[in-house]
């Protein structure tokens, strides 16, 4: 069996920081992703902060897209900090960049105004997998990469 490489990592998350579970389970999700070696976050307070510090501790590459808006920034250089942009510009920054996108939203249920759920529509339509992780710890998959496309639209 092949096992599929995840060398450059995007990740979108909440401002309202991460919870107890939450954290742990992305620690542990980044612990064990397959070929990572690099990161690519908006450098917002709450989990961008957290996804950050994690990777610096397992060594990656750390690519920082920050945002316009300074006063959501948490002002981590990176390996990279790449120019400011608006938001939805910089979420689809980051999808471009990855061949894997983390997600962590503040519930469990999609909403439309949301710039984590707006990131994770975004790397549907890139077609790229998704791990999000849930507040309680859950970690559901997405494989839009595996499913066919409708050739009728």
Request: hydrophobic share 40%; proline share 7%.
């Amino acid at each position: 069996m092949i096992e599929m490489l995840y060398p450059v990592v995007g990740f979108t998350g909440t401002k309202d920081g991460l919870t107890a579970p939450q954290l742990l389970a992305l620690e542990n999700l980044f612990g064990r992703i397959p070929g990572a070696r690099e990161l690519h976050h908006g450098d917002c307070v709450g989990a961008d902060d957290s996804a950050h510090i994690i990777a610096k501790r397992l060594g990656w590459r750390i690519v920082v897209h920050p945002p316009i808006q300074q006063r959501r920034a948490c002002g981590h250089l990176g390996d990279v900090r790449l120019p400011p942009e608006e938001f939805l510009d910089r979420n689809g920054a980051i999808v471009r960049a990855s061949v894997l996108l983390v997600a962590c939203p503040s519930g469990s249920e999609e909403q439309r105004r949301s710039g984590t759920w707006s990131t994770v529509r975004r790397a549907r339509l890139a077609r790229i997998p998704i791990a999000k992780v849930f507040p309680d710890g859950l970690v559901i998959w997405e494989r839009p990469d595996l499913q066919r496309k409708d050739s009728s639209k």
